[in-house]
C-alpha cells in the first residue's frame, strides 16, 4: 500500500508491507523520500517519526543538491571531480601521447596532448565516463533479466538534461544517463532495474510501484 505525506514542501512516499521496523531512505540521485513501514501502523505515527527525522532528510538532501550544482568545469588542476559518488581532484598531465584518464588514490589523472583546450578536455573525461557505465551495465542486466523475467535488447548511454534513464518497451532498448558514473554505483543499479521493469509496465502506475518494490525494495 502506498501513501504520500508532506512536510514542509518536501513529499514523503510511504510504503506499507509485512515487515517489523520503520525505515527511511534519502535515495540519490534525485533525494526522493521513502518509508517503508509496517502494515499496522497508521500514518499520523509515520508523519510524527519523520518530522523526528525532518532535518536529517534536509542535510541528506542538500548533499545531494551540492553534488548536483557543479559550477563549470575548467579542466584545471586540484578541481573536484565525482566517480561513483566519490569526490576526486583533478591531475593534468600534459604529454605528447595518446588522452588517458584514470582514478589514482584521490586523484582522477587526465593525461592530454599540449595545448588541448577546455572542450576537448572535456569531451575526453565525458567519454571515460560513458566507458565506466559501459563496462559496468551488462553485468547487472545480465543480473536482473532472469530475476525479471525481462530481456533488454540493447543499451545506450548518452547525457541527459532531465532523465537519469529512459526505455523504448517496443525495441527492448534502455537509455542510461552519462552523469550516473558520478552517482554511487547503488544509482546505477537502481536506474537499470527501474528502465527494465518499464518492460513490464511501460507507465509510472501502481503496478510499476509494484514490481519496483518486488525486486528493488528499500
Same mark, same amino acid.
Given at each position: 500500500?502506498?501513501?504520500?505525506?508532506?512536510?514542509?514542501?518536501?513529499?514523503?512516499?510511504?510504503?506499507?508491507?509485512?515487515?517489523?521496523?520503520?525505515?527511511?531512505?534519502?535515495?540519490?540521485?534525485?533525494?526522493?523520500?521513502?518509508?517503508?513501514?509496517?502494515?499496522?501502523?497508521? *500514518? @499520523?505515527? #509515520?508523519?510524527?517519526? +519523520?518530522?523526528?527525522?525532518? !532535518?536529517?532528510?534536509?542535510? %541528506?538532501?542538500?548533499?545531494?543538491?551540492?553534488?548536483?550544482?557543479?559550477?563549470?568545469?575548467?579542466?584545471?588542476?586540484?578541481?573536484?571531480?565525482?566517480?561513483?559518488?566519490?569526490?576526486?581532484? *583533478? @591531475?593534468? #598531465?600534459?604529454?605528447? +601521447?595518446?588522452?588517458?584518464? !584514470?582514478?589514482?588514490?584521490? %586523484?582522477?589523472?587526465?593525461?592530454?596532448?599540449?595545448?588541448?583546450?577546455?572542450?576537448?578536455?572535456?569531451?575526453?573525461?565525458?567519454?571515460?565516463?560513458?566507458?565506466?557505465?559501459?563496462?559496468?551495465?551488462?553485468?547487472?542486466?545480465?543480473?536482473?533479466?532472469?530475476?525479471?523475467?525481462?530481456?533488454?535488447?540493447?543499451?545506450?548511454?548518452?547525457?541527459?538534461?532531465?532523465?537519469?534513464?529512459?526505455?523504448?518497451?517496443?525495441?527492448?532498448?534502455?537509455?542510461?544517463?552519462?552523469?550516473?558514473?558520478?552517482?554511487?554505483?547503488?544509482?546505477?543499479?537502481?536506474?537499470?532495474?527501474?528502465?527494465?521493469?518499464?518492460?513490464?509496465?511501460?507507465?509510472?502506475?501502481?503496478?510499476?510501484?509494484?514490481?519496483?518494490?518486488?525486486?528493488?525494495?528499500?
Amino acid at each position: 500500500m502506498a501513501n504520500t505525506i508532506e512536510l514542509g514542501g518536501i513529499v514523503v512516499t510511504v510504503i506499507q508491507k509485512p515487515i517489523k521496523n520503520i525505515h527511511l531512505s534519502v535515495n540519490p540521485p534525485d533525494g526522493k523520500v521513502r518509508i517503508s513501514a509496517p502494515n499496522h501502523m497508521n *500514518l @499520523e505515527t #509515520i508523519r510524527s517519526f +519523520a518530522i523526528s527525522k525532518l !532535518e536529517w532528510i534536509k542535510r %541528506s538532501q542538500k548533499k545531494l543538491r551540492d553534488q548536483e550544482r557543479e559550477t563549470p568545469r575548467e579542466y584545471t588542476d586540484w578541481e573536484s571531480h565525482y566517480v561513483w559518488g566519490r569526490c576526486y581532484f *583533478l @591531475e593534468v #598531465i600534459e604529454r605528447e +601521447a595518446a588522452p588517458h584518464v !584514470e582514478v589514482k588514490h584521490d %586523484s582522477l589523472v587526465l593525461q592530454v596532448r599540449p595545448g588541448t583546450d577546455v572542450g576537448k578536455k572535456q569531451a575526453i573525461v565525458d567519454h571515460w565516463y560513458r566507458d565506466q557505465i559501459k563496462d559496468i551495465t551488462p553485468s547487472l542486466i545480465q543480473k536482473w533479466e532472469p530475476v525479471m523475467g525481462v530481456k533488454v535488447a540493447n543499451f545506450f548511454i548518452q547525457r541527459m538534461k532531465t532523465r537519469w534513464g529512459s526505455c523504448n518497451p517496443t525495441s527492448g532498448n534502455i537509455r542510461l544517463n552519462t552523469e550516473l558514473a558520478k552517482k554511487p554505483r547503488e544509482c546505477l543499479e537502481s536506474v537499470v532495474v527501474h528502465e527494465m521493469a518499464h518492460l513490464i509496465e511501460p507507465t509510472h502506475n501502481h503496478h510499476f510501484t509494484a514490481i519496483m518494490d518486488r525486486f528493488m525494495p528499500l
